[in-house]
Structures are given as structure tokens and as C-alpha cells.
């Protein structure tokens, strides 16, 4: 207990301002929390990040509702936003991204075309299974379960 409360407090000071945690929050060793300027982390009460866990905060907000849980080795990289609903899973290994590259002009590389960014919401109780991804602009509604390496593209949803 009192090592979540250290590595909570440095992942805090490393953020500077730009995390926030409600009570009971978990952080096992290893998980890394980055937020740059104008984005912002809210972890929920009770919330979870395991073992080599990681969220990159590049834009937007992400949060984690009351007793979300990312499992291990999980990613979260959010530019627009990303919500994991109150008790919703993200399995181990499992990613999120909520921007992808567009492929428009077969004639530039896809480095130098622009990203398709949509927000990604995973709704209350809704489990992502291992391996699983899920791209820009999904919607895993409300204790639904996405398959262990499942890819959920862009523009789609899981029902």
C-alpha cells in the first residue's frame, strides 16, 4: 500500500499538475504515466495499472472510471481522448490508440500524411481481451467483451 502511494506521488510529480488520482488507486511497479502540455490523465477510485503498464498522454484526456483496470503490459496513446468506463478491463498486452495513419495519397509516404485522430471510448464493465487493439473512433459498448487479439478498426465498433 505504501508503495502505490510512492510511485502514485512520483508518477504525480513527473506529470506536474497534469494527473489526477482518486482514492485507492493502484500502481504496480513499472507502469509509466506521460502527459504532455494540454493533455490531462484522471484516474478513477480504485483504479489499477499493472506491472509495465503505460499511458501516453499526447493530447486530450484520458480517464480511468472507478476500478478500471489496465492489465499488464498494456499501452494507452491518446492525441484526442480516450475513457475506459467504471470497471472496464484492458487486457494484458492489450493496446489503444486513438490516431491512425490516413493513406490517402499513394504518391507520399504514409510519415508525412496526416492523422486520422478520433476518440476511443470503452464503456462501463467492458472487457478488452489480450492482444487486443483497438483503433481510432472505437466504441466497445457497456459490458461487452472484445476477443483476445481482436482488432477493432477504425471507424467500427464492437456491439
Given at each position: 500500500m505504501m508503495r502505490d502511494a510512492l510511485r502514485l506521488a512520483w508518477l504525480r510529480r513527473r506529470a506536474r499538475g497534469?494527473?489526477?488520482?482518486?482514492?485507492?488507486v493502484h500502481v504496480a511497479r513499472g507502469a509509466r504515466v506521460r502527459v504532455a502540455d494540454g493533455a490531462r490523465v484522471e484516474l478513477?477510485?480504485?483504479?489499477s495499472l499493472a506491472q509495465q503498464s503505460r499511458i501516453e498522454a499526447r493530447g486530450g484526456v484520458v480517464k480511468l472510471g472507478a476500478r478500471a483496470r489496465l492489465g499488464e503490459r498494456a499501452?494507452?496513446?491518446?492525441?484526442?481522448?480516450?475513457?475506459?468506463g467504471d470497471g472496464a478491463v484492458l487486457g494484458d498486452?492489450?493496446?489503444?490508440?486513438?490516431?491512425?495513419p490516413?493513406?490517402?495519397?499513394?504518391?507520399?509516404?504514409?510519415r508525412r500524411q496526416p492523422l486520422y485522430v478520433a476518440p476511443v471510448r470503452v464503456g462501463a464493465h467492458?472487457?478488452?481481451?489480450?492482444?487486443?487493439?483497438?483503433g481510432?473512433?472505437?466504441?466497445?459498448?457497456?459490458?461487452?467483451?472484445?476477443a483476445p487479439?481482436?482488432?477493432?478498426?477504425?471507424?467500427?465498433?464492437a456491439p
Amino acid at each position: 500500500m505504501m508503495r502505490d502511494a510512492l510511485r502514485l506521488a512520483w508518477l504525480r510529480r513527473r506529470a506536474r499538475g497534469r494527473l489526477r488520482a482518486g482514492p485507492g488507486v493502484h500502481v504496480a511497479r513499472g507502469a509509466r504515466v506521460r502527459v504532455a502540455d494540454g493533455a490531462r490523465v484522471e484516474l478513477g477510485p480504485g483504479a489499477s495499472l499493472a506491472q509495465q503498464s503505460r499511458i501516453e498522454a499526447r493530447g486530450g484526456v484520458v480517464k480511468l472510471g472507478a476500478r478500471a483496470r489496465l492489465g499488464e503490459r498494456a499501452v494507452i496513446v491518446a492525441h484526442a481522448g480516450v475513457q475506459l468506463g467504471d470497471g472496464a478491463v484492458l487486457g494484458d498486452w492489450a493496446a489503444i490508440a486513438d490516431a491512425a495513419p490516413t493513406t490517402t495519397d499513394a504518391e507520399t509516404p504514409v510519415r508525412r500524411q496526416p492523422l486520422y485522430v478520433a476518440p476511443v471510448r470503452v464503456g462501463a464493465h467492458a472487457r478488452v481481451g489480450p492482444h487486443a487493439a483497438l483503433g481510432p473512433g472505437t466504441t466497445i459498448a457497456a459490458g461487452a467483451e472484445v476477443a483476445p487479439y481482436a482488432v477493432v478498426g477504425e471507424r467500427t465498433s464492437a456491439p
